[in-house]
């Protein structure tokens, strides 16, 4: 499987090789292997633009005169039925219709795309209706160098690994090896593309919008729905216009666009919307700068962000090989108006942001819309009694790994070194692709950390997502780390809840790890050198792109033939810590659910990782059975204030994931109660699914991240929300709750009223609280069924 395929670039066996020779060596391939003119897999590659056109013709004709966003043309022209979905709503479309959606290609990263396959093994089919493809990126660890960490991480993940490679080679899937790069980035690099439509199981799919293209991260269970050909159900979003203005300068970057806009919108701010860039400013921002700010759009909730056609955008698929598709979306745009919102669209909300005006921010800790301007970071830290040590300087992830990004740190590396600087803290470097580690050891920026004292880990996730081992501190230790990262909650890069990371653009956190003080501002302040002067950074400078065009690298990472194979054998070991076949969840029932018992009262901030961490459960991801030991393990309980401990009725404490199970023994069904923006965070569904694993049938919140949301509801989980969040005062902990209406509601098909009775433990008292709900047709179908999967088996087995 994988060592084979390694072997076959050049070695036997891969310990006895270090990862710097594995990259070096390659197929035989011309040596100018960057110098293709196109990409041999073109045709496959170019969204289908007549087809598109043809859409957007039909949808003009239901809509009449009505201006559209870029947003709208992109998700209407991929309607499975126009006139169904739009005809006859009289305007009201945003907000309020449910788009079913026929999706161009989906994306999967290797600790999602374990669990999607599952499920979609589940089906009976022999092939994806739509092109696919699996990224090895989550599971590699960070510590000591890509020389040491990715051949470790290889020999630990394998069976992993070779089951995901076998499932790609069987249903002609294009599998992208251990260290071949971050999915976001190869995705920018291979298959986004103006116009495009595609599905990731990751948060951060948006980052595709810096082509062009409507890119949303999804949970599996809605990734097999474009793999099965079945049509993918989305509420038809509001969008929200930014406006920019002026043009960037000195140190302000694409990463300070999202950094400020994230502080205006907080994490719930763009929840429901579309984020459509449009204005003067728009085409100043090369096309990996404006991937960054899409890719951070997830921080405030957005379904994704795109911007329009731009003559960057061109240069960058010229770049990577796909002249033709610059060509074919030149060519739609000049036809139909494609790819710019129409002249008299509108929006519904617009902020304007002003580039010339925008100076660097930091955003942290613990959440990435506390955002700071650089000139008051300063006295913030002082205010907030936050560390004034960093102690250590991350850069890279698939926000800010591109060739610009890089280069702008090299040259304050350079900056510093001619001065006799060296950084003051630990420096690590992550490349977001191997295009991307090729190219810059071609042009020896790599060299030039490596000789800083910099640690170029392996192009892969690493401390972004939590695989990041460190030696330098001790769990507990309150201590403050600077990263280009997009997300920052608490634990989230080391394991460590008093690690605060702080989010910053790759320039800035070059620079301050030459102080190594939270108080140091790169653009005023000086540092002391060797020699005694005073040495002061200039304003960062780097190309857009290589003038020497991209290295590709070792193509034994490449995909192959992504023709089915249906002959390769996916072999799942019953007695796999790590792998598991899915049974599947039992339906809903008959009528309304009686008896449920509070297995949880939350409070606060719970996202996808307080539901289901990520570290060292990764390596869990396919085995559900479990995984389901982490859930709920990073929760605060609000009504006792301490992490990770729930109370049965008579008082023993018991984690939670110990007292769902104790209950589920007993037959008993559960629910949690939870404030604001529950699930915020990532695409990732075993936070919905372990909670039905262990018999959760109810979320009850103030309000829902949206992908989190539509994934409870895939996997049979009601989620609700308070009518008046001021009746999450009403209900705690062991309080028995019946369902009012709930099952009328959903063989209505989502038309109804729900209630839930309550029944206080402390002396029996009832009282009733009205709950909302957002389930289309579709979605009730699901929870009634069990699950979406259950049905899509369902009809898979009928076909």
Known sequence: MLSTRLARAGSCKIKSLSYSQLLRRSFATPATNSNFSVHPEIATRTPPYGKLTKNLTEVRRVLGTQGLTLAEKILYSHLDNVEDALGGRNGKIRGEAYLKLKVDRVAMQDASAQMALLQFMTCGLGGTAVPASIHCDHMIVGEKGADVDLPKSIESNKEVFNFLESAAKKFGIQFWAPGSGIIHQIVLENYAAPGLMMLGTDSHTPNGGGLGAIAIGVGGADAVDALVDAPWELRAPKILGVRLEGELSGWATPKDVILNLAGQLTVRGGTGYIIEYYGPGVQTLSCTGMATICNMGAEVGATTSLFPFTPKMTSYLNSTRRAPIAEAAEEANKSHNFLRADTNAAYDQVITINLSELEPHINGPFTPDLSTPLSKFKDVVKENEWPEQLSAGLIGSCTNSSYQDMLRAEDLVKQAAAAGLKPRVDFFVTPGSEQIRATLERDETLDVFEKAGGTVLANACGPCIGQWKRSDISKGDTNAILTSYNRNFRARNDGNSQTMNFLASPEIVTAMIYSGDMSFNPITDTLPTPSGQPFQFSAPSGSELPSQGFELGNLALFPSDSTPSPSTPVVVSPTSSRLALLEPFEPFGSTDLKGLKVLLKVKGKCTTD?????????????????????????????????????????????????????????????????????????????????????????????????????????????????????????????????????????????????????????????HRIPVKHTFSKDQAGFVLAGSALNLLSKKAATA
Request: aromatic share 8%; glycine share 10%; charged share 25%.
């Open 610 to 766: 307080h539901i289901s961490a990520a570290g060292s459960w990764l390596k869990y991801k396919g085995h559900l059975e479990n995984i389901s030991n982490n859930t709920l393990i990073g929760a605060m309980n609000a009504e006792t204030g301490e992490v990770n401990k729930a109370y049965d009725a008579n008082g023993d404490a018991f984690s939670v994931p110990d007292l769902a199970r104790r209950w589920k023994a007993q037959g008993l069904s559960w629910l949690v109660v939870a404030e604001n923006n529950y699930g915020e965070g990532s695409a990732r569904e075993h936070a919905a699914l372990q909670p039905r694993y262990l018999g959760g049938k109810i979320i009850l919140a103030k309000s829902f991240a949206r992908i989190h949301e539509t994934n409870l509801k895939k996997q049979g989980v009601v989620p609700l929300t308070f009518a008046s969040e001021a009746d999450y005062n009403l209900i705690g902990s062991c309080d028995s709750v019946d369902t009012v209406g709930l099952y009328d509601m959903l063989v209505n098909r989502g038309d109804g009223e729900v209630f839930l009775d309550v029944t206080k433990k402390e002396d029996g008292s009832r």
